[in-house]
């Protein structure tokens, strides 16, 4: 392996191809060689499109780092194809185009912290049901039974949706697969039945209650 100083002389398409050679010996040298010398022109850009944007300063810095950890993920870059001919202007103008894909990927994570449907990773899986309140409503002391009163798999499934299940979206593909997982359950869609069992028992325990009060008010 060289030293990264040695690395960091080499041409801009040698960096790549050495970064893009998955057994390549300098693979990780190359690709900090080649954060480096893009770090100053991109910030430079998306500080630009930020500001179009009404974005901070932060944003950019955000903005950048994940440019490079997109290209690290995947990374594709082919010169053959590139529309224009100087190497160094030509991976810039890719890399430019992974920062227009991850500004929009930043302003939807913000839309959905705003709107409250933001998982931030530390979702985990409910594995027990929480005591039932001293004054619970009774609306709620029925629910509590309802749901002790089910399989431990529907009390699972039941718990872990309520405090996670947001409006408009579905839980983390990484938490369902936990639940999948720690529940022994190979299909989504079983989960989807019991989630829909525990609910229809609620359902109608809640309205026996309904028809109890108003057989009261008669």
Same mark, same amino acid.
């Given at each position: 392996?060289? @030293?990264?100083?040695?690395? *960091?002389? /080499?041409?801009?398409?040698? /960096?790549?191809?050495?970064?893009?050679?998955?057994?390549?010996?300098?693979?990780?040298?190359?690709?900090?060689?080649?954060?480096?010398?893009?770090?100053?022109?991109?910030?430079?850009?998306? $500080?630009?499109?930020?500001?179009?944007? +009404?974005?901070?300063?932060? !944003? !950019?810095? $955000? /903005?950048?780092?994940?440019?490079?950890?997109?290209?690290?993920?995947?990374?594709?870059?082919?010169?053959?194809?590139?529309?224009?001919?100087? @190497?160094?202007?030509?991976?810039?103008?890719?890399?430019?185009?992974? *920062?227009?894909?991850?500004?929009?990927?930043?302003? #939807?994570?913000?839309?959905?912290?705003?709107?409250?449907?933001?998982?931030?990773?530390? @979702?985990?899986?409910?594995?027990?049901?929480?005591?039932?309140?001293?004054?619970?409503?009774? +609306?709620?002391?029925?629910?509590?039974?309802?749901?002790?009163?089910?399989?431990?798999?529907?009390? !699972?499934?039941?718990?872990?949706?309520?405090?996670?299940?947001?409006?408009?979206?579905?839980?983390?593909?990484?938490?369902?697969?936990?639940? #999948?997982?720690?529940?022994?359950?190979?299909?989504?869609?079983?989960?989807?039945?019991?989630?829909?069992?525990?609910?229809?028992?609620?359902?109608? *325990?809640?309205?026996?209650?309904? /028809?109890?009060?108003? @057989?009261?008010?008669?």
């Amino acid at each position: 392996m060289r @030293e990264y100083e040695e690395v *960091a002389k /080499l041409e801009v398409k040698e /960096l790549v191809e050495i970064y893009q050679s998955d057994l390549h010996i300098d693979k990780e040298n190359a690709f900090y060689a080649l954060c480096d010398r893009f770090r100053n022109d991109l910030t430079v850009i998306c $500080e630009k499109r930020c500001d179009n944007f +009404h974005q901070s300063s932060d !944003v !950019v810095y $955000e /903005l950048v780092n994940n440019v490079f950890k997109a290209y690290a993920r995947k990374p594709e870059f082919n010169f053959d194809k590139a529309k224009v001919k100087n @190497e160094y202007n030509a991976f810039l103008g890719y890399l430019c185009g992974i *920062a227009k894909k991850e500004l929009t990927n930043i302003y #939807r994570i913000q839309q959905k912290k705003k709107n409250g449907t933001w998982y931030d990773g530390s @979702e985990s899986i409910i594995k027990k049901l929480p005591p039932c309140p001293k004054d619970a409503t009774t +609306h709620a002391k029925i629910i509590h039974q309802v749901i002790t009163d089910l399989p431990y798999s529907h009390q !699972v499934i039941y718990c872990t949706y309520t405090v996670y299940e947001k409006a408009g979206c579905n839980l983390p593909r990484k938490l369902q697969q936990e639940l #999948r997982e720690y529940l022994g359950i190979t299909s989504q869609s079983t989960i989807r039945v019991y989630k829909k069992e525990a609910l229809d028992k609620i359902n109608i *325990a809640l309205m026996g209650l309904n /028809l109890t009060d108003k @057989e009261l008010d008669l």
